[in-house]
């Protein structure tokens, strides 16, 4: 059964950049079927998607974000990341990461990490 | 980039009720890339239903997606105690992947 967990810092100054870590475990990230996709929830607020990978390293991004993110991936190790730079109080949220097929939506998720933008 | 609207905010309704959820794409999906997450408080959401209508894996029978082109609905038969939840649409016809809003379907 694939599961995803999610890691990194949960509080961030702002002006800095946020760095977050997905480890895949029961399935491989290598697989030309399937992205690998991060995605955002601010406390009491909706979903936004950031972003996905493939494991050629093809990267797809969400504009709202202006290019402050960036996610690459280490098959190696079997995860990808996150980088958001110049982050802000708005960028505090759940962050979560998930899988998404060819022609799927995401499924499935990681429990999701708080990060929190404050000095 | 494709607006979603869902319907109403809060669904206030009793157990053994039936619910109707929509959602409202600013385009058409013509690929019907449509899906429908189940979120919890302090948990991951959770797939539903995708390409419309399409159950996913262990989803009761009692949740049913269905629609075309821009408007959409996922329905729950009889709501059981554990679908008091929050509940979200999201497409992935077209980049940047959208949610909407969310409905939270309450015990009345």
């Known amino acids: 059964q694939l599961q995803l967990q999610e890691s990194g810092p949960g509080l961030v100054k702002p002006s800095e950049t946020l760095s977050l870590t997905c480890s895949v475990s029961?399935?491989?990230?290598?697989?030309?079927?399937?992205?690998w996709g991060w995605l955002r929830q601010p406390p009491g607020k909706g979903l936004e998607w950031i972003g996905d990978?493939?494991?050629?390293?093809?990267?797809y991004y969400n504009p709202s974000l202006s290019s402050r993110a960036t996610i690459s991936v280490d098959t190696s190790q079997n995860q990808f990341s996150l980088k958001v730079s110049s982050v802000t109080a708005a960028d505090t949220a759940v962050y979560y990461c998930?899988?998404?097929?060819?022609?799927?939506?995401?499924?499935?998720w990681g429990q999701g990490s708080l990060v929190t933008v404050s000095s | 980039e494709i607006v979603l609207t869902q319907s109403p905010g809060t669904l206030s309704l009793s157990p053994g009720q039936r619910a109707t959820l929509s959602c409202r794409a600013s385009?058409?999906?013509?690929?019907?890339?449509l899906a429908w997450y189940q979120q919890k408080p302090g948990l991951a959401p959770r797939l539903l239903i995708y390409?419309?209508?399409i159950k996913a894996t262990g989803i009761p029978d009692r949740f049913s997606g269905s629609g075309s082109r821009t408007n959409f609905t996922l329905s729950i038969s009889r709501l059981e105690p554990e679908d008091f939840a929050l509940y979200y649409c999201?497409?992935?016809?077209?980049?940047?992947?959208?949610f909407g809003g969310g409905t939270k379907v309450e015990i009345k």
């Open positions: 998930a899988r998404r097929g060819f022609g799927r939506p995401f499924d499935p």
């Open positions: 029961g399935g491989s990230v290598s697989t030309d079927s399937h992205y």
């Open positions: 990978i493939y494991y050629t390293g093809i990267t």
């Open positions: 385009q058409s999906l013509s690929s019907g890339y």
């Open positions: 390409g419309t209508s």
């Open positions: 999201q497409q992935y016809d077209k980049s940047p992947l959208t």
